[in-house]
């Protein structure tokens, strides 16, 4: 079954434009599933907060374990947030990435800011953001396992939002063997459009965290896939937060009115299914 989650997801990005949401665990993985999305990422950001966590926070085996949750969960393509794949140097990045394919991830991202940045150095060096998408790649192969590979230039959300040197990054990972292309926070088409060419004919994922596109839009500058981030974690906890707020400011429950009602969620969740792995 992993082989053939794994073959699904890269002909995902072989043509067209598909929207890969992000659940934040196994309930929020099965719920997207039967709404009909081929393919799940998880969200850094999500998992973190599900856990009393800031994004960046949780530890490296807790991360592991969150992953296994939900690729054990679904039977769709997963791939995992690695951020900086909780690693201080190449070598590392080689070993957690072997770890994480190890959980039956169909696909792996890694980024180029660590997870300790500063407002000073946001990105690593431009070499060593490189030398760690060679070892993410070299792991990979060794691995034997086709996981898709995802290489992220995090400058336009941390604070560095150069295009040029977003470009420069994106075309040396392509280069490394990246086979899908990545920089969050990219709004304008024009920008987004620049770097769907300059990576071509690679695959180019663009994040949608507010509403200033659609679908048919980034289909049509060329974009291949389509993520949210920890936008759907963050939508549901504005619910939680609203509704939790108004009983502890006011004493009235009447944001609890727009709860989705306990019938249909349990529709929505399928029964366990005896013996079932992923």
Known sequence: MRAARTAAFHRLHASGCFVIPNPWDAGSAKLLVGMGFRALATTSSGSAWTTGRRDGDTPYEDALSQVRAIVEAVDVPVSVDFQDCYAENAEQVREHVLAAVATGVAGLSVEDSPRDRTPESPLLDFDEAVSRVRAARRAID????????????EGFIVGRPDLPETIRRLTAFAAEGADCLYAPGLRKLDDIRAVVDAVAPKPVNVL???PFTDVAELAGVGVRRISVGGALARTAWAGFIAAAEEIAAEGTFTRLGSAIPFPELQKRLPPERAGASG
Do not use: Y
């Open 142 to 153: 060794e691995s034997g396992t086709g996981v898709l590979l995802t290489a992220r230039s």
């Open 208 to 210: 949608v965290g507010a």
